[in-house]
Nanobody
């Protein structure tokens, strides 16, 4: 049974930073694709960043240079370091894994966390 637990969200002022954590159990993050998605009220869920089993990373254009995805294999945890936060980054952030195709198509991820709220004012 795969379980993902996100933490680290909160409320910050524009320009601030947050680090989100996605602690995994039932799956090994070092050999899996893990992705961060976000959904703001009234908007569709969008891919923010992902890290593949080979270590390659992806960032959505609006977060390039500001967000960094990483993983701690000893803790079986994936992180999303978010710097220079903007009000447009306000959303519920979810981590997901067990993609059946590639490492970024939202409909292909079978396991999701409960989400953590990020609010930037």
């Amino acid at each position: 049974h795969v379980q993902l637990v996100e933490s680290g969200g909160g409320s910050v002022q524009a320009g601030g930073s947050l680090t989100l954590s996605c602690a995994a159990s039932g799956v090994t993050v070092s050999t899996s694709c893990v992705a961060w998605f976000r959904q703001a009220p009234g908007n569709e869920c969008e891919l923010v960043s992902s890290i593949s089993s080979d270590g390659s990373t992806y960032y959505e254009d609006s977060v390039k240079g500001r967000f960094t995805i990483s993983q701690d294999n000893a803790k079986n945890t994936v992180y999303l370091q978010m710097n220079s936060l903007k009000p447009d980054d306000t959303a519920m952030y979810y981590c997901a894994t067990e993609a059946t195709v590639g490492c970024g198509i939202i409909g292909t991820f079978r396991s999701w966390g409960q989400g953590t709220q990020v609010t930037v004012s």
